[in-house]
C-alpha cells in the first residue's frame, strides 16, 4: 500500500512525458540583442521514423530597439539526401502606423510567434535547418532571442 502513491507518480510523470512529443526545440540569444547575419540559428535533429506531418514554428522576442516593420528570414533545411531547400519569407512585425502584431510581455520585450510549416514531412535521417537574418542591416538590434520549435501535428 505504500507504493501506491509512488506508482502513480511515476505513471503521471510518463504520461505527462509522453505528451511532450517535440521533434526539435532550439533557442538563440544573439549577444547583446544583437543579430549578425554570420550568427545563424543552427539545429540538428534526426528523424528515426517516417514521421507524420510536422507543425515548423518560430518564435522571436525584440526590444523596443528593433529598427524596422518587418524581418527578412533565409531558411536553408539540409536533408539526409537530396537537394538542400531554400525560403526567404518575411514576418511582418508592425502595421503601417507602427502597431506591433506581437504581444507586449511584463519584461518589455515584444514576443511573436508564427507557423512557418504546418504540414512538413521528413524522411528518416539526420536534418539540419539553419535559420538566418536577411535584413537590410549586417546587424540587427533589438532582437533579444529565436526560436524554433518542429512537433507532430495534432
Not at 540559428?41 to 523596443?64: K, M, N
Not at 536553408?76 to 525560403?87: K, N, S, W
Not at 506591433?100 to 507557423?115: D, F, I
Request: charged share 20%; glycine share 6%.
Amino acid at each position: 500500500m505504500k507504493r501506491l502513491p509512488v506508482l502513480l507518480a511515476a505513471l503521471l510523470l510518463m504520461a505527462l512525458t509522453a505528451c511532450e512529443r517535440v521533434t526539435l526545440r532550439s533557442s538563440h540569444q544573439p549577444d547583446g540583442a544583437r543579430w549578425a547575419y554570420a550568427d545563424s540559428l543552427v539545429s540538428a535533429f534526426t528523424i528515426d521514423s517516417a514521421a507524420g506531418p510536422q507543425r515548423v514554428r518560430l518564435s522571436l522576442s525584440l526590444t523596443d530597439d528593433y529598427p524596422y516593420r518587418n524581418l527578412y528570414l533565409r531558411l536553408r533545411l539540409v536533408p539526409p539526401r537530396g537537394p538542400v531547400q531554400t525560403a526567404t519569407p518575411e514576418l511582418v512585425l508592425q502595421d503601417p502606423y507602427g502597431t506591433w502584431h506581437a504581444e507586449r510581455t511584463w519584461g518589455g520585450a515584444y514576443e511573436l510567434s508564427t507557423v512557418l510549416n504546418d504540414s512538413a514531412t521528413f524522411a528518416p535521417g539526420p536534418w539540419r535547418l539553419v535559420v538566418q537574418q536577411f535584413t537590410r542591416a549586417d546587424t540587427l538590434v533589438g532582437v533579444r532571442s529565436v526560436s524554433l520549435e518542429i512537433r507532430p501535428r495534432d
